[in-house]
């Protein structure tokens, strides 16, 4: 049965008794209310990578109601991601990550659609595939993807929500040139990748399980906001967290006009 649920602003929109009841504490809250909530199940997201931050940040968009939920991974499910990996359990030992962090959503959240990509992002499939969506995650584990994605993000004019762990530290940032001149790319961060051996893997140093459960949560809560245009958005900001020193801190990243993405942008 559909239920025309009133809001603030005077429209009318419709949703059923189960999402009234599903989305009723977003709805509750003046800076989403109806028409908020009906962005959101509008919205298009795409979240590259599905092990420890795509798990929670998936997981979390199914539970606010993105209408849309597309993962890239082309990995599958093994006992050591089990760790910190919360969209996967041990009865999908060995299936493609994909497929179970889209069961994981579904469970969930039934009424989101999750589209699966199960193979590794390459030059060849970037931009046919960002510009099917209206915002990208990455949550990727190597610095190929991880550039890949930001600099099609900027050339296909698309908001890049970006977080990465390590050990007992998570960093956070958006990263939007398109939508104003002094936001910053990724490459006005980092230019270039680092020499490979320098910067370790999780896969070498390890990580607390737990942060990379802060961080796609972060994550989370940065892509609600970019959607539905409400507080103030970390582009042009980088989130420090150091999980052992219980201390968040933020720095200011501004815009590199000679960087070789975003400076003609």
Known sequence: MNTALSVSDGADLDFTEEEIQRYSRHILLPEIGGSGQAALRRARVLVIGAGGLGSPLALYLAAAGIGTIGLVDDDRVELSNLQRQIAHTASRLGEAKTASAAAGARAINPLCRVEEHPFRLGEREAAGLIQ???????????????YLVADTCVREKRTLVSAAVLRFEGQLSVFKPHAHAEGPCYRCLY???PPPGLAPSCAEAGVLGSVTGVMGTLQATEVIKEILGIGESLSGRLLLWDALATRFRTIRVPRDPRCSVCGAA
């Open 132 to 146: 099917r969506y209206d915002l990208v995650c990455d949550g990727s584990d190597n610095f190929t993807t991880r």
């Open 191 to 193: 230019p270039e990748a």
